[in-house]
């Protein structure tokens, strides 16, 4: 009777193993759409617009650049125009000779082959980074991590009428960490308001040091608080949404928002966004 019983236990797994088909999922190819990644700040150090266009949603080849395209950004309070210049590469550049001021509206627009594309944003304020914390830790635990440095930022939101959204970046060694769940935001210094004026919550603070990772003694930790708008605050949690959509209750993906349009015609489609941000920063090193 147990050999019979694990016959037929066998019998089920072997049928359930050698079902599986595999499935070519074919989509419909659409015209290339054309890309502008325009985040700009107020740092002293050379500003990037890259232009590229979509390609298909398998595709494991890096977006095609665009090049020959005009782009400017038009500072709308002193009427100053700053010409970005073509690096043949997709990535147009423009190092600072004057600087960009907080409260300033300015106007991005891109001009190729007969299209015209713009946006607008404000440069809003930002608060300051007023010291990073280092903090050995065992390795181990949930993200079975090495042995390193965790670090932390202290500061504080400004306090004011008005809620502050900021988007706060870290480095290791120059190094972006620029996955989706890395993605660190905040509105006045939480996740929401009523914050205002606070120091920076716990998980935003420790946030510079993103979840499975650590610093090695004598690595170098910058941090960053660009501010951002309502806007681009929405944007950006829907693109850590969207980027970190797995699993189980994983949703339908949706395409991600713009705020850029083409002033000339319907036909040739655009997306990106365009964002000013004033910069609060500082380094230290891990020990």
């Avoid at 007969?114 to 304020?125: E, I, Q």
């Avoid at 190094?175 to 920076?200: E, H, L, R």
């Avoid at 395409?255 to 380094?283: H, L, P, Q, Y």
Wanted: charged share 20%; proline share 3%; aromatic share 12%.
């Amino acid at each position: 009777m147990k050999t019979l019983k694990l016959f037929f236990v066998l019998l089920t797994v072997i049928s359930l193993t050698s079902c599986e088909d595999v499935i070519q999922v074919k989509l419909d190819e659409g015209d290339p759409i054309v890309t502008i990644d325009a985040f700009i700040n107020d740092m002293q150090l050379q500003q990037k617009v890259r232009l590229t266009y979509t390609d298909g949603y398998f595709s494991q080849k890096p977006n095609e650049p665009i090049i020959g395209a005009t782009v400017t950004v038009k500072d709308l309070t002193t009427g100053v125009d700053y010409i970005f210049n073509d690096n043949n590469n997709g990535d147009y550049v423009w190092t600072p000779t004057d600087t960009l001021r907080v409260g300033h509206n300015y106007e991005l627009t891109v001009t190729h082959q007969g299209n015209v594309y713009k946006s607008t944003s404000r440069m809003n304020r930002t608060s300051k980074v007023d010291s990073i914390i280092s903090e050995f830790k065992e390795g181990g635990g949930l993200a079975a991590t090495e042995p390193g440095y965790d670090m932390a930022f202290l500061g504080f939101d400004i306090p004011g009428d008005t809620v502050d959204y900021y988007w706060i970046k870290s480095y290791r060694n120059g190094v972006f960490f620029n996955k989706g769940g890395d993605i660190n935001i905040c509105a006045d210094a939480a996740f929401g308001a009523g914050a205002d004026g606070f120091p920076f919550i716990t998980p935003i603070a420790q946030g510079i040091t993103p979840f499975g990772e650590r610093f090695n003694k004598f690595d170098v930790c910058r941090v960053e608080i660009h501010s951002i708008n309502l806007e681009t605050y929405n944007f950006l949690t829907q693109v850590q949404t969207q980027t970190t959509n797995s699993g189980l209750f994983a949703t339908s993906p949706e395409n991600v928002k713009t705020n850029i349009k083409n002033t000339t015609s319907d036909k040739t489609k655009v997306v990106g966004w365009f964002c000013m941000s004033a910069v609060g920063f500082r380094e230290r090193v891990a020990e």
